[in-house]
């Protein structure tokens, strides 16, 4: 086997003279373009939206962890630049795609971003291309899918003339302390050179970059992650269910084991799963077993129990107002927090969605505040934050706490509302607990 190409290549990423680009300029193609770029490398941003092209391009960021400053001072150094047009990969070294993997309303996977994104790239491959697949999907997505297009119609070998590779991404949105740049980096490829190849062009830019032996394992990986957290939470929602028939108070239960120092790991309940991760990721995994004949048992009961928290939400809703002597249909709900996390504007699989639509199923006039979300629009819904907070706390008839942004005045809240709906105990520290007009997840 020749290795001069794979030499070449990793001599270009150790000397950062190799020219990089992002395919999607999202929650991960962008601060993963931009941790490139501050590494010293040339990053040239693929995207179909002309707006996010012309954003970057004018110095301005549209994700909330990456500050325009920072997006500003790269562009002006030409370090980094945008562009709709794919041609540019003739000239391009490593390229990572970062697009989307939702589901479809079916409930089965959607892979026509990578499907549209490799066949972007395909006509631009060449010797000593080195091309990692970053979108999460199901073990076997960057063999099956990634390689016959790039390699099916120029007689080019992975490992030998291109290079391949998967690297979940590991990104959570509003969060400080762990970045794309310090958060390990898992890297497997379709060949041991491709694993070889893809870890020296990461290692220029991440701190800690961990090598798996293949691709599969690699997706895997990202899928064990996100499975896990979705089983748990399941765990969680199905122990609030349990606790409130019980009448036992989850929250203390969860608190309490908690102490234990080893052997447990705290999750909390809440009213259904968001995020671009969780809610979808273990689903990819479930569907793909369904070829091996094969049940994925746990993964299916959890997400069946997430997908009803929404539904157990506003059964609390209408108790709460009937034990004040009020229907649902008729009255005004005031919805705290739409973004599917604290202390984000991202809004994707939010629960809020799901919380609010069948409140307005039930008749009631609902309205949402939000202090990252000022307006959004989903499935020809559209809905603007209140723009005034107190008075509209004041004048709800229930208030329902779905995300609990650190910014609020929970204190002043609690004064303030006739009725609260706590799904995610936000006004534990404020008397939530004791306060008679406050009924809890």
């Given at each position: 086997m020749n290795n001069q190409i794979k030499l070449e290549v990793i001599k270009k990423f150790e000397n950062k003279s190799a020219l990089l680009a992002v395919v999607?300029?999202?929650?991960?193609?962008?601060?993963?373009?931009?941790?490139?770029?501050?590494?010293?490398?040339?990053?040239?941003?693929?995207?179909?939206?002309?707006?996010?092209?012309?954003?970057?391009?004018?110095?301005?960021?549209?994700?909330?962890?990456?500050?325009?400053?920072?997006?500003?001072?790269?562009?002006?150094?030409?370090?980094?630049?945008?562009?709709?047009?794919?041609?540019?990969?003739?000239?391009?070294?490593?390229?990572?795609?970062?697009?989307?993997?939702?589901?479809?309303?079916?409930?089965?996977?959607?892979?026509?971003?990578?499907?549209?994104?490799?066949?972007?790239?395909?006509?631009?491959?060449?010797?000593?291309?080195?091309?990692?697949?970053?979108?999460?999907?199901?073990?076997?997505?960057?063999?099956?899918?990634?390689?016959?297009?790039?390699?099916?119609?120029?007689?080019?070998?992975?490992?030998?003339?291109?290079?391949?590779?998967?690297?979940?991404?590991?990104?959570?949105?509003?969060?400080?302390?762990?970045?794309?740049?310090?958060?390990?980096?898992?890297?497997?490829?379709?060949t041991e050179n491709c694993s070889d190849v893809a870890a020296a062009w990461y290692g220029q830019a991440l701190d800690t970059v961990v090598r798996v032996s293949t691709a599969e394992v690699a997706e895997m990986a990202k899928l064990l992650e996100n499975t896990f957290r979705m089983i748990n939470i399941g765990l969680v929602n199905e122990l609030a269910i349990m606790c409130d028939r019980l009448g036992v108070d989850v929250w203390e239960v969860i608190d309490s084991a908690a102490t234990k120092p080893f052997g447990f790991m705290k999750f909390t309940p809440g009213p259904g799963l968001g995020g671009h991760c969780i809610p979808i990721d273990p689903l990819y995994l479930s569907w793909k077993m369904k070829s091996f004949q094969y049940n994925a048992r746990f993964i299916e009961l959890a997400s069946e129990i997430n997908t009803n928290m929404p539904r157990f939400a506003v059964s609390k809703v209408q108790d709460a107002l009937n034990e004040v002597g009020k229907s649902l249909k008729g009255s005004q709900v005031l919805v705290l927090g739409v973004a599917y996390k604290p202390d984000i504007d991202d809004m994707r699989e939010s629960p809020a969605l799901d919380v609010i639509h069948l409140l307005q199923q039930k008749g009631a006039t609902v309205h949402y505040h939000d202090p990252y979300v000022p307006r959004f629009d989903h499935d020809g819904r559209v809905m603007e934050s209140v723009a005034d907070l107190m008075p509209a706390v004041r004048s709800a008839d229930v208030v329902v706490i779905i995300t609990n942004h650190h910014n609020y005045d929970y204190a002043s809240i609690l004064e303030a509302a006739s009725l609260i709906v706590d799904t995610r105990n936000a006004l534990s520290k404020f008397g939530g607990k004791e306060n008679p007009k406050v009924t809890r997840l």
């Open positions: 999607g300029l999202g929650y991960v193609g962008l601060p993963l373009a931009v941790v490139f770029a501050e590494a010293g490398f040339n990053v040239i941003g693929l995207e179909v939206d002309v707006r996010k092209v012309d954003a970057i391009n004018k110095g301005v960021s549209y994700i909330q962890d990456v500050p325009s400053g920072q997006v500003e001072q790269l562009v002006k150094s030409g370090r980094l630049k945008a562009t709709t047009d794919f041609s540019v990969l003739k000239d391009v070294d490593g390229v990572s795609i970062c697009v989307p993997t939702p589901l479809r309303k079916t409930g089965d996977p959607d892979l026509s971003f990578i499907v549209s994104a490799s066949e972007g790239v395909a006509p631009y491959a060449h010797a000593g291309m080195v091309v990692v697949l970053e979108s999460s999907t199901y073990p076997g997505t960057t063999r099956e899918m990634v390689l016959p297009r790039l390699t099916g119609s120029n007689g080019f070998k992975a490992g030998e003339d291109i290079f391949i590779a998967f690297s979940p991404e590991r990104v959570d949105p509003g969060r400080v302390d762990w970045t794309t740049k310090n958060t390990p980096k898992v890297v497997g490829g379709v």
